[in-house]
């Protein structure tokens, strides 16, 4: 079955500092790869996403992430935080071929010091 | 466009009654889908649409967990009777399928239900 595992349930930066959020998928196929933004009190936000071609993707607010298919990893990075980051970011793989269904890691809480 | 609208954003009830979760999706998205998210259990899919018809409704918990999509603006999810252990943060989200599967979907701001 497919699954999303994001084995960092907290992550603390400080301010500046260069940060990385790993997910890691199982699906049978070539995956759809999604990393959504959820602040405090809010909906998702889409940051970017991975169907195909180049394995490095840019996003919004200075993301990106690289699909890494021999370690089944879409990692999230950003090379300088800034403390409106602090936010949880959720990790989805798109499901079964044939549906719109995603599956949702569990999130990761991001803190960023000052 | 306004984006996928939720009401009420937080809604506070007593257990046994009625909670009435109302979604209206972006303008001319053709899927609608109603999460769930706890700290339990992280974001669940529990229902989605396509032209206003459920597709898969596979996550919803139990009986007394319903859904409709009247028309292509308006979307429910009902749970009658409720109980403390529905407390969770409720999205809805829309997405346009078009020729492409997997597009981006668009959450709303979520409604926080609490059950007493």
């Known amino acids: 079955a497919q699954s999303v595992t994001q084995p960092d349930i907290h992550i603390t930066v400080s301010e500046g500092a260069s940060l990385e959020l790993r997910c890691n998928y199982s699906y049978g196929a070539t995956p759809y790869l999604f990393w959504y933004v959820q602040s405090p009190g809010q909906g998702l936000q889409l940051l970017l996403k991975y169907f195909s071609g180049d394995t490095l993707v840019q996003g919004i607010k200075g993301f990106e992430a690289e699909f890494k298919r021999s370690q089944s990893s879409f990692n999230l990075r950003k090379p300088s935080v800034h403390w409106s980051d602090a936010a949880e970011y959720f990790c989805a793989v798109g499901g079964p071929s044939g549906t719109y269904k995603y599956i949702f890691g569990t999130g990761t809480r991001l803190k960023v010091l000052a | 466009d306004a984006g996928v609208i939720q009401s009420p954003r937080h809604e506070v009830t007593e257990m046994g009654q009625e909670v009435t979760l109302r979604c209206k999706p972006i303008?001319?998205?053709?899927?609608l889908f109603w999460y769930r998210q706890t700290m339990m259990r992280g974001l669940e899919l529990l229902i989605y649409f396509n032209n206003n018809v459920p597709i898969d409704d596979s996550g919803m918990p139990e009986d007394r967990f319903s859904a409709k999509m009247p028309n292509a603006s308006f979307s429910t999810l009902k749970i009658q009777p409720s109980e403390p252990r529905d407390s969770a943060v409720y999205f809805c989200?829309?997405?346009?399928?078009?020729?492409?599967?997997?597009?981006?979907?668009?959450f709303g701001p979520g409604t926080r239900l609490t059950v007493l």
């Open positions: 303008s001319g998205h053709d899927y």
């Open positions: 989200a829309s997405s346009f399928g078009g020729a492409l599967s997997y597009n981006e979907q668009f």
